[in-house]
Each structure stands twice: as structure tokens, then as C-alpha cells.
Nanobody, 116 residues
Framework: QVQLVESGGGLVQPGGSLKLSCTAS????????MGWYRQTPGKQRELVAL???????NYADSVKGRFTISGDYAKNTVYLEMNSLKPEDAAVYYC??????????WGQGTQVSVSS
């Protein structure tokens, strides 16, 4: 069974940076969308950034200009570089990969905390 394994979360001060990584434990053929979502207690999971095969990207308005998504489709790896972090960015961050067959995989989540 393929699993997505995330890493890179942690505690950072406001204004700081973190880089999240997500790699599939096995081979996922035909991945065409990779992305990051986040969730805080009592709220729905929300889109942070998407990367579409071919280079297209989509960002939540709240992170535009501060976060950058990148990835390697051949290696089923996706990254999220987060700069100028704010307390409101604190959440559990989840990666997602979608095959062209619409099969979707989710990571287990990694905690990002932003506090002085």
C-alpha cells in the first residue's frame, strides 16, 4: 500500500521559514496533481497550494508571495517552501497526490507551529 510520508514541520518564530517535504513510499503511476492542504482544530481542511503536471500552480490568497510549491513527478515528491510565516499559518499540513484515474492519496499530516 502506497503511503505519503511528510517531513519538515516544526516550531518556528513569526517571520521564519520552513520547508515541508512529501514523498510516496511506493510507486504511484500517472500522478498529475500534487498539493498541500492545512487544517486547524474545528475548521475544514483548506487548500494551500497545488502543482499540476506541466507546471501550473494554484495558491490560496493568504499564502501568495510567501509560499512556493515544487515537485518531482518522476520521484512522486512534492515540497512546500514557506517564508515569512505568520501565527495564522499554524496548522497541520497534509500533502495530497492525485492520479489521472482520480485515485487520491493523502499524507498523515505534519504540524507547523508559529509562535514567539
Amino acid at each position: 500500500q502506497v503511503q505519503l510520508v511528510e517531513s519538515g514541520g516544526g516550531l518556528v518564530q513569526p517571520g521564519g521559514s520552513l520547508k515541508l517535504s512529501c514523498t510516496a513510499s511506493g510507486v504511484i503511476f500517472g500522478t498529475w496533481v500534487m498539493g498541500w492542504y492545512r487544517q486547524t482544530p474545528g475548521k475544514q481542511r483548506e487548500l494551500v497550494a497545488l502543482l499540476v503536471d506541466g507546471g501550473g500552480t494554484n495558491y490560496a490568497d493568504s499564502v501568495k508571495g510567501r509560499f512556493t510549491i515544487s515537485g518531482d513527478y518522476a520521484k512522486n515528491t512534492v515540497y512546500l517552501e514557506m517564508n515569512s510565516l505568520k501565527p495564522e499559518d499554524a496548522a497541520v499540513y497534509y500533502c495530497k497526490m492525485v492520479q489521472r484515474s482520480d485515485t487520491t492519496y493523502w499524507g498523515q499530516g505534519t504540524q507547523v507551529s508559529v509562535s514567539s
